[in-house]
Each structure stands twice: as structure tokens, then as C-alpha cells.
């Protein structure tokens, strides 16, 4: 598969999808939000790939949606072919762990990008903020909704009706980000994390995944049933009988899995 605006490629058991459209600070257009969703296909495909890492350049993780493209569009122009979250669902339903490696700017729809991801990662150069009230305008692929989940109401509702941005380390105090790094070991330390997770049984960190997610979609009740069913069902897999032997005949676990 060839990309224009982005680049995919592997890395061990990783697929690392890079943004690249630099001119434009990676604004996210619908070409750009295909091309995540054809690699984000690849790699869920590909037995050999146990997490994803997605990141920007230096100077931008994605200063938002694509700006230009959307500034002329009517309303029904907008409603009827679902502008332009319809193809970001794609980041959402990716089952396999997505780290958001994030340098530079992630506004508006490059942090709601951010956000679809399961976990971020910051450079120390990072800034995240929802800008669309200065355009007149909403966030529109999540922002209004998971990023009070991730900080609280106050300092969402701060941050999108002012449209401020925020630095890394106050990001990480808010519990936005997992972890603040230097910005030129980025890359490295998202590799890093996404390739301890791919280390381990696919099928348990999905189930991981996926209760996690509950917590954020439903009730407490129901999430911690839908955990129980799970963890349950994590005894079905070969990966736990060899997790748990393994440990119990003290010896590196060798996962298969399955
Ligand atoms: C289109 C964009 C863009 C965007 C930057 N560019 N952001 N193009 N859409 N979101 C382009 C600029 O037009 C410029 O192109 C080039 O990238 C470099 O940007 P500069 O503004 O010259 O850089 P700088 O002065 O460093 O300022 C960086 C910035 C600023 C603070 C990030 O670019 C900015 O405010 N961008 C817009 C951020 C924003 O409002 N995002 C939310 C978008 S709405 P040229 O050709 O002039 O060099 C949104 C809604 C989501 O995301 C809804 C659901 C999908």
C-alpha cells in the first residue's frame, strides 16, 4: 500500500503510523484520516502486530481538522456525508492498543485524535488544547465528551470555551497524558511501551483494552460485570495457562497468542 500523507511501517511486533504532511502542521483532512484507516486495517490484520503507535512531527502531533477544507461547507454539505468524524470512527474501533506519541501542537481534532488513542504519550514540547470556539465552531469528533473524562468538567470547560492551549506537564497533572517525556526520545519511549505491551498475549491485552474502555462508556455496575465476564474468559486462553505456569516454574512466559 502506498500513502501520500502519511508513512506505516513496523517496527518488531508494532505498526508505527507517522503523520506527514508537514506544511500544513498535519491538518487533518479526509485523505490524511483514510490513509490512518487503511493502516490501522493492515495492522489489525496482521498477526504479527500487537500495538500501534501513532505520532506527528517535532513541531505538530495534528493542529486540528483541515481548516480550508471545511470553511466553505454548508450545513447539509456537513450533516449529510457526516463531516468529517464518519472515517475517524476507524481510530475508535481499532481493538489492538493505539499509543499516541504527541510532540508539538494537538489541537482540536489532533487532540481529539489524541484522545481516541488509548494512551498518550508527550514530548515535553507538547500542547494540547480545543481552539474551534475561535473559529466559530465546536469540537466534533469527541472533544466535548472525552476530554471532561479525562480532566473534569472544569478544566475541560475551560479549555474549550477559552480555546487555550495546554503545556505537558500541566496535560499530565490533569491526567490527560501517561507520561511526559523529552521531546527527542519520544519515539523511542512510545516504541518502547507499545513494544512491552505487544510482548505480552494479544488476546489478554485486548480483553485489558477493552474493560478499560468500559469504564468510560458505561455504569459502574455494568463495567465491573462486563470486567468479571472477561477476566473469566481469560482462563479459556492458552496465554493464561502459560503465564501462570510460567510463574509458578519461575521461567520467562513464552506467549502464543492465542
Ligand atoms: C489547515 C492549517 C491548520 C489547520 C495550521 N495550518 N493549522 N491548515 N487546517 N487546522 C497551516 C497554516 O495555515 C499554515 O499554512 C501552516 O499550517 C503553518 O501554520 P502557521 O499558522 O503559520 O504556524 P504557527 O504560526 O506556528 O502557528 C501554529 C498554530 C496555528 C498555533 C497551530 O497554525 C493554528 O492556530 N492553527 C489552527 C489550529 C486550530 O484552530 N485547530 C482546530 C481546527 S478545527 P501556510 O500555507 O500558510 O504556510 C477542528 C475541528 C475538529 O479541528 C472537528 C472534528 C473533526
Known amino acids: 500500500m502506498t500513502y501520500e500523507l502519511i508513512i506505516a511501517e513496523t517496527r518488531g511486533r508494532v505498526g508505527l503510523i507517522t503523520l506527514n504532511r508537514p506544511k500544513a502542521l498535519n491538518a487533518l483532512n479526509d485523505q490524511v484520516v483514510n490513509e490512518i484507516g487503511t493502516a490501522l ?51 475508535k474501533t481499532c481493538r489492538k492498543p493505539v499509543i499516541a506519541a504527541v510532540a508539538g501542537f494537538a489541537l482540536g481534532g489532533g487532540n481529539e ?47 474549550c470555551l477559552t480555546g487555550r492551549m495546554m503545556d505537558a506537564a500541566e496535560a499530565e497533572r490533569a491526567g490527560l497524558v501517561a507520561r511526559v517525556v523529552p521531546a527527542d526520545t519520544l519515539l523511542e519511549e512510545a516504541l518502547a511501551t507499545a513494544g512491552t505491551i505487544a510482548g505480552y498475549s494479544l488476546p489478554i491485552v485486548m ?30 486462553t492458552n496465554d493464561q495457562k502459560e503465564g501462570m505456569a510460567a510463574f509458578v516454574e519461575k521461567r520467562k512466559p513464552d506467549f502464543r497468542h492465542d
Open 207 to 236: 480483553m485489558i483494552k477493552e474493560s478499560i474502555n468500559r469504564a468510560f462508556e458505561g455504569g459502574l455496575n455494568e463495567g465491573l460485570l462486563f470486567e468479571r465476564r472477561v477476566f473469566h474468559a481469560s482462563f479459556a
Open 113 to 159: 485524535l489524541a484522545m481516541m488513542c488509548d494512551i498518550i504519550i508527550a514530548a515535553d514540547t507538547a500542547r494540547f488544547g480545543q481552539p474551534e470556539v475561535k473559529l466559530g465552531t465546536l469540537p466534533g469528533a469527541g472533544g466535548t465528551q472525552r476530554l471532561p473524562r479525562a480532566v473534569g468538567k472544569a478544566k475541560a470547560m475551560e479549555l
Open 41 to 91: 486495517d493492515g495492522f489489525e490484520a496482521d498477526d504479527g502486530i500487537g500495538a500501534i503507535v501513532i505520532t506527528g512531527s517535532e513541531k505538530a502531533f495534528a493542529a486540528g481538522a483541515d481548516i480550508g477544507a471545511m470553511a466553505s461547507f454548508s450545513y447539509m454539505d456537513a450533516y449529510k456525508n457526516e463531516y468529517i468524524t464518519r472515517n475517524w470512527e476507524r481510530v
